[in-house]
């Protein structure tokens, strides 16, 4: 992943067409959003823009999922079918990753999720997402876990199976091949 967090002209443009695509091939994700004022906000955020990358870059496939018409900010959750590729066989936080004594994996997710510049779904975030669409049929994603759970040695985790949404408990430190995360920026 490119650590220099900016992004090159053509890197820019090439995002902003993979994102324009998106849009109007899923546009019952974002009904009544128009993708002009879309990317006028992007235009203006390089931060956000080398984030949304990011996102593009670990399978997230990113899309617009809502609009504050109070802020004028507009919302971007991770809309791969699955749980992205590039951020599964994560733990769940640093504290779960340094208690791992062997086999530990690469990294956690809400340090991934931190170092992209964004923030973990959360369950409720997630559920939102299950009503624009069928996710994580075969795969599952950390949310962000209540610090009561997590202060006790937990974490907890979502998929969709046999048409409802469920949520789960792990290990903190428990890692899974088909357990990822999924994020969202504000724009």
Not at 10 to 29: G, I, P, Y
Not at 98 to 106: G, I, T, Y
Not at 157 to 166: K, L, S
Request: aromatic fraction near 10%; include cysteine.
């Amino acid at each position: 992943m490119n650590t220099k967090k900016k992004l090159s002209s053509a890197q820019q443009e090439e995002l902003l067409k993979t994102l324009k695509a998106r849009f109007e091939k899923n546009t019952a994700r974002h009904k009544g959003i128009e993708w002009a004022a879309v990317a006028a906000k992007l235009e203006a955020s390089t931060a956000k823009l080398w984030s949304l990358n990011a996102m593009e870059e670990t399978g997230g496939e990113p899309d617009v999922v809502a609009h504050d018409k109070k802020t004028g900010e507009y919302t971007f959750f991770d809309c791969s079918a699955e749980s992205p590729k590039g951020r599964r066989s994560t733990c769940y936080d640093s504290e779960a990753l340094a208690s791992r004594k062997e086999n530990k994996p690469e990294d956690s997710a809400i340090n991934m999720a931190e170092e992209m510049g964004i923030e973990m779904l959360t369950e409720e975030q997630y559920r939102a997402l299950q009503e624009l669409g069928k996710f994580d049929l075969k795969t599952s994603s950390w949310v962000k876990t209540p610090a009561e759970i997590r202060k006790l040695g937990g974490a907890i985790f979502c998929d969709r199976r046999y048409d409802h949404i469920f949520t789960y408990h792990n290990g903190a430190e428990s890692y899974y091949a088909a357990r990822g995360f999924r994020g969202a920026l504000t724009v």
